[in-house]
Structures are given as structure tokens and as C-alpha cells.
């Protein structure tokens, strides 16, 4: 009987901490990943009938670069794979990137690290990936399938409103 109360004691300070260390993984993981440390953001959302994109914004010491790609509104069997890394857009894209940094700060992005969420029951729908890239090498990554996390409904708007403007812009400048 002396046994399994030693064993019931050894169970019970291993799950103890095993707990404890989780926490303090998951306390030095938020730690790392600050918004103020951002330098890269990619966003991708699809759509299994209908419009699909992806941008980046990524932003190296005082630079700002661009990059989207999306099926263009006015020829539709056209990808267009734009980049924008010119001082020409340098202000542009910081004000998307500062935008973009809004949005994350005010809809705690930063605590969906590891978000995988996937719906078996859709046969067809919407899907993100997102993944953020941190000035100390961290990196968040998220990703749904017809799930997705808190706040998600609002990120998803301002991506949008964004890509928009960059066709926009891009169309603008096209004529």
C-alpha cells in the first residue's frame, strides 16, 4: 500500500509540473511576440467558389515592400502577381503596414499562435493562413478552415478593404 501512495504522489508532481511548465512556456512565448517587433505580416484567404488573394507586407529597418496576389476584377483569368518595393509606394505601404498593426493589436491576434481550426462537415468554404514575423526571429502562424478564431471576422474586413485598395491603386496607376 506504501507503493501506490508514493506512486499516486509521483503521478500527481509530474501533472503538477508538467502544468506549471506549460504556463510558463506559453507566458515566455507571449513575451517574445510583440507587437512593436513586427517586421513581416503574410495574409492568404480562400474562397472554394469565389475570390482568393494573398498579400505581404514586410517592413526591413526604414524600407517598406509589398507584395499581392489576386485574380484581377477586370480580366478574371488573370493572376496578378504585384510587388511594390519602390520609394514610389514607401509611404503607401506604411500606412498599410501601421494599419495592419492596428487591426492586430485590437483584436488580439497575437494570442492565436497555433490556431488550426478546420471544420470536417463543410464541403466547401473560406480558409485563412496568416503568419507573422517577429524582429528576434519569432513567428506566429495561424490557420482555418470554415473556423476560425476570435475576432476573426474583423481582421478578415481590414485584409480585404486592403487588397481592395491595392487593386485600386494598381489600376490607377495603370491608366
Not at 3 to 31: G, M, P, T, W
Not at 82 to 88: H, N, R
Request: aromatic share 16%; net charge negative; charged share 30%.
Amino acid at each position: 500500500m506504501k507503493y501506490l501512495y508514493i506512486a499516486i504522489a509521483f503521478i500527481i508532481l509530474f501533472a503538477l509540473f508538467r502544468f506549471l511548465r506549460k504556463d510558463s512556456v506559453k507566458e515566455k512565448k507571449q513575451k517574445v511576440m510583440k507587437i512593436s517587433e513586427i517586421k513581416g505580416i503574410y495574409y492568404e484567404y480562400g474562397a472554394a467558389r469565389g475570390w482568393s488573394y494573398s498579400i505581404e507586407i514586410k517592413k526591413e529597418e526604414s524600407k517598406f515592400f509589398l507584395n499581392a496576389i489576386f485574380n484581377d476584377p477586370e480580366n478574371s483569368y488573370k493572376t496578378t502577381n504585384l510587388i511594390w518595393e519602390s520609394e514610389e509606394y514607401a509611404q503607401t505601404i506604411k500606412m498599410f503596414f501601421d494599419r495592419i498593426i492596428e487591426v492586430i493589436d485590437n483584436n488580439e491576434v497575437l494570442s492565436w499562435d497555433g490556431f488550426n481550426g478546420h471544420d470536417p462537415r463543410a464541403l466547401d468554404g473560406w480558409s485563412f493562413h496568416l503568419r507573422i514575423n517577429f524582429e528576434n526571429g519569432s513567428q506566429l502562424r495561424a490557420e482555418g478552415e470554415n473556423s476560425f478564431p476570435e475576432n476573426y471576422s474583423e481582421v478578415r474586413k481590414e485584409f480585404y478593404n486592403l487588397i481592395n485598395e491595392v487593386i485600386r491603386i494598381y489600376h490607377d496607376n495603370d491608366k
